[in-house]
């Protein structure tokens, strides 16, 4: 079965402070997919990225970087001197291959609490 | 460019009374379509999808029903709300693709039954 675990439940850092959120999955499929959406107070969920199991390297936007490891099947998720307005709920999410079926479905993590404090 | 709607943005409901929660996506077509709901414990669960008109899959055996009278509509309702119905309803759109559709979601409605 798939699971997606984000053992941390609560993260408070102060402004300017890097952060690493945590994230690791099961699953039996040999290809997959990642996915880290933000939820700000406001409720709508923001898509961060995406990223298949074909594809280690890791990614930079910004202040954002996520490091992809198959080996210890994690997705980690980490924020380049934090900011107030990085204040959220971080969802981690997995989702099977679409072998050109109807659709593929989401399975979230249960999220970790970002607080900046400033 | 796409967006994705949904109203009320927030209810507040006596048990026993009946629901709609309406979603409407602009700027695509044909779009798959899900509803989940958060409750306090903040996880998320799948309730419906749908891959066009009049096509609903439910995920969970509850109170609830969904229904797509249009491509770019997707309605939550329930003929007698419970105690348990309370959460944050969210509606998601995505596209078909070769590999993974990325949903994108809604800014969704808070209902609180009572």
Redesign the interface.
């Known amino acids: 079965a798939q699971k997606v675990t984000q053992a941390q439940t609560e993260i408070s850092v102060v402004e300017k402070e890097d952060v690493t959120l945590d994230c690791v999955y099961e699953t039996r499929d040999t290809t997959y997919y990642l996915f880290w959406y933000k939820q700000p107070p406001s409720g709508e969920l923001v898509f961060l990225i995406r990223r298949n199991s074909f594809d280690e390297q890791n990614e930079i936007s910004g202040r954002y970087s996520w490091n992809f490891q198959k080996s210890t099947s994690s997705f980690n998720f980490t924020i380049t001197a934090s900011q107030v307005v990085d204040s959220a709920v971080y969802f981690c999410a997995l989702s099977e291959a679409n072998y050109g079926g109807a659709t593929n479905k989401l399975i979230f993590g249960t999220g970790t609490l970002l607080a900046v404090q400033p | 460019s796409q967006t994705i709607h949904q109203w009320p943005a927030t209810l507040v409901q006596p048990v026993g009374s009946p629901l709609s929660l309406e979603c409407t996506v602009e700027g695509t077509s044909n779009p798959?379509l899900y509803w989940y709901r958060q409750a306090a414990?903040?996880?998320?669960q799948?309730l419906f999808?749908s891959?066009g008109i009049g096509q609903i899959?439910s995920?969970v055996p509850q109170n609830l029903s969904a229904s797509r009278p249009q491509d770019r509509q997707f309605i939550l309702s329930s003929k007698k709300l419970l105690l348990s119905d309370s959460g944050?309803y969210?509606c998601?759109w995505?596209v078909?693709?070769?590999?993974?559709?990325?949903?994108?979601?809604?800014?969704?409605t808070?209902l609180t039954v009572l």
Not at chain 2, 41 to 44: H, N
Not at chain 2, 96 to 108: L, V
């Open positions: 798959n414990g903040r996880g998320l799948l999808y891959v899959s995920e944050f969210l998601a995505s078909r693709a070769r590999g993974p559709d990325t949903q994108y979601f809604g800014p969704g808070r």
